[in-house]
């Protein structure tokens, strides 16, 4: 897992040096271990690649390099410095920087050594830059992996640039005409010379009306953007274009007998763990205590035991579980944890977030996520990793993405309930109300609107549309009436359920709870390994019929069925979900409400233009006196601020929580 930055100036000129070695600096958490820099003039296919500044200076005052590239490197396969980035082919006619793992690297690589493709590593990046000498820009279709990566191909000329299928691995861009550049993360871009920072109001809109971030190509900076999951990049003569290598497509799968689908779920879930097993590093497990991150970790513990076709230093080894805890028992899983560590005798660590320490940590969160995030949940998750640090694990395997295939989100019943009614299976529209009100009572407080909606969209849309800007009253009314906007619902694959997940999984849910997954985890130098999203499993998952996520009022069926005998019972039967979570909606209320009065009372968040400050701080009261909760809603108005104050104001760290501030 590494930190890549690229500057490729237009009409060649020269590349400034000091940009590209402040940006790549800026992601050195991504990467402490190495650091590499290429400089290239394409014209005349002269390189030099050198981790000292003074020959690339030398190089940079006699030659007229206008391509440079620099890598930060976390080594994770392969640690001795064969592993060294930037990296070539033998003749030096093919460069590559990359973040990331081709976890099927190996079976690459025996592919293709008997084509005549000659190795000096044991590293997944050299499989990448043979597999792309081979076949080019269709290598992509054979890897299974998380990647983010630039070819320079120096015969062609051209950038090849890459996101892997889930976008699980970032990839930011930005092109004037005069230079292009890319970099891991939006801080490196934003150290370049004379780059202008101004907020994108339309990103801005989209979050605090409606929660969304990462669900197009744009940022929170203008002028600044991203590679969206499954796409790729070619920058050639000048010119860059974008094309999309893979998407879900629309297939239903039928097998004769049911526990046959189980079956074949848990051979490619078992696969998409073994590969994810393979390190040179130590390695652990998030365990939150809920269905999907409890499965990777009985079957990692099974294949650690087991010792078939995995590392041979992985076995017998005992697992290390990080979980995040409170002492509510509302907001705690520890039973469930417990019930896991007894069944694997995994080593259990445990972490405790506290609203004290959210805001003395938050200067820090709020600068490595680049973006305003969702939810405090977030902070949950950002301490399980620095206790991971702390306790010396490099590689965590995670649950992430199971919910948004399995259809684990309570808004998956609505649409499975719009399926039957629109295929006139009345008798199972009914039985599956039945069960969904026995099994999810907590959730029926809104049963009626939401199943109208589901069932009736063209009749109930415009009514939620109006309702949503009705509850967006503490926005200022010429910014909402200048930006509000609602996104069709995507109508793309056989059924509404399939359709709805595909929405949560490519654009609506999914891409924001990666970006917090790899902001996180690589603020501590940590890389995160995420089996629901091989996609083999997602292919595979997209394909079956509805009742094998949700039946009889149960979500994640396949799942459930798969992890018999493998998952404690305890864990299979859950009807509840929870997550990675907070008491935002307490401590808002309580310990944070003075430090969230002094924000939202200040001078720049009354300028900002977004805001009707009487109108959020009547909501803010309402919600402190328990008369609503909107905590989502106010941790957005707070975070908007904070990161105003951190990446457009500019401000020092102690004026960004409105010390000193008038």
Not at 122 to 145: M, P, S
Not at 184 to 202: C, H, R, V, W
Not at 617 to 639: L, M, P
Request: hydrophobic share 35%; proline share 4%; aromatic share 12%.
């Amino acid at each position: 897992m590494c930190g890549i930055t690229g500057i490729y100036c237009a009409n060649h000129e020269r590349v400034n040096l000091r940009d590209l070695e402040s940006m790549t600096a800026s992601l050195q958490h991504r990467g402490p271990d190495d650091k590499g820099f290429l400089l290239a003039d394409t014209v005349t296919g002269e390189v030099l690649q050198s981790r000292e500044m003074a020959l690339l200076k030398s190089f940079l005052e006699s030659k007229r390099p206008h391509l440079g590239i620099g890598h930060q490197r976390l080594s994770i396969i392969d640690l001795s410095d064969a592993g060294h980035q930037p990296m070539c082919n033998e003749d030096k006619s093919i460069w590559i920087v990359y973040n990331g793992e081709i976890y099927n690297y190996l079976e690459i690589r025996r592919e293709l050594e008997p084509l005549g493709h000659h190795f000096k590593s044991q590293t997944d990046t050299e499989v990448i830059v043979h597999a792309y000498e081979e076949w080019g820009t269709e290598c992509l279709k054979r890897f299974n992996g998380m990647w983010a990566f630039a070819i320079l191909d120096v015969q062609k000329k051209t950038i090849f640039c890459s996101r892997d299928r889930a976008g699980v691995k970032p990839f930011y861009y930005l092109y004037d005409g005069k230079r292009f550049c890319f970099a891991s993360e939006i801080k490196a871009l934003l150290e370049l010379d004379g780059f202008e920072i101004e907020p994108n109001e339309q990103i801005i809109a989209d979050y605090l009306f409606s929660g969304l971030l990462d669900h197009t190509h744009e940022t929170f900076f203008k002028n600044i953007y991203q590679l969206r999951p499954g796409e790729y990049l070619l920058f050639e003569n000048d010119r860059l274009s974008i094309r999309s290598y893979w998407d879900i497509e629309a297939k239903e799968m039928h097998f004769s007998k049911n526990s046959d689908y189980a079956q074949k779920f848990y051979e490619l879930f078992e696969d998409s763990i073994r590969l994810r097993l393979r390190t040179d590093v130590p390695i652990g497990s998030c365990l939150s205590g809920g269905l999907d991150s409890s499965s990777i970790v009985c079957l990692a513990n099974r294949l650690m035991f087991d010792g078939q076709n995995i590392d041979p230093k992985l076995v017998g080894e005992r697992q290390k579980t990080f979980s995040s805890c409170f002492e509510d028992p509302a907001y705690d899983e520890r039973k469930y944890i417990e019930f896991v560590i007894r069944r694997t005798g995994a080593e259990k660590n445990y972490v405790f977030p506290n609203p004290e320490d959210l805001f003395a940590d938050l200067t820090r969160l709020i600068w490595h996520q680049d973006e305003p995030f969702g939810s405090t949940s977030i902070y949950a998750q950002w301490k399980v990793m620095e206790l991971a640090k702390e306790r010396g694990v490099i590689v965590l395997l995670d649950g992430q993405g199971g919910d948004e295939l399995l259809a684990g989100y309570p808004p998956s019943f609505y649409f499975l309930f719009s399926q039957s009614l629109k295929r006139a299976k009345i008798w199972h529209l009914i039985k599956e109300i039945h069960r969904f009100r026995k099994n999810h009572a907590h959730l029926t407080n809104q049963f009626t609107m939401k199943i109208l909606a589901a069932i009736l969209p063209t009749l109930i849309k415009p009514m939620a549309h109006k309702w949503l800007k009705r509850s967006s009253e503490w926005a200022e009314e010429g910014f909402k009436n200048k930006c509000f906007r609602r996104f069709p619902r995507l109508v793309k694959l056989d059924n509404d359920l399939n359709n709805h997940l595909y929405q949560i999984f490519r654009y609506t849910t999914l891409p924001g709870l990666l970006h917090y997954e790899d902001r996180n985890s690589m603020a501590f130098s940590i890389e995160t390994r995420l089996p629901f999203l091989d996609y083999r499993l997602v292919e595979y998952l997209f394909s079956l019929p509805s009742e094998q996520k949700i039946n009889e009022g149960v979500t994640k069926v396949i799942l459930r069925d798969s992890m018999k005998g493998v998952l404690p019972g305890e864990i299979t039967n859950r009807m509840d979900k929870m997550g990675f979570v907070t008491p935002e909606d307490i401590w808002f209320g309580t310990i944070l409400r003075d430090k969230i009065n002094q924000i939202i009372s200040s001078k720049s968040f009354a300028e900002r233009g977004y805001f009707n400050t009487a109108r959020v701080k009547n909501a803010f009261n309402q919600h402190c006196e328990g008369r609503k909760n909107i905590s989502s809603t106010i941790w957005r108005w707070v975070n908007l601020e904070l990161w105003f104050r951190t990446f457009v104001d500019k401000k020092p760290a102690p004026q960004i929580f409105g010390i000193n501030e008038n």
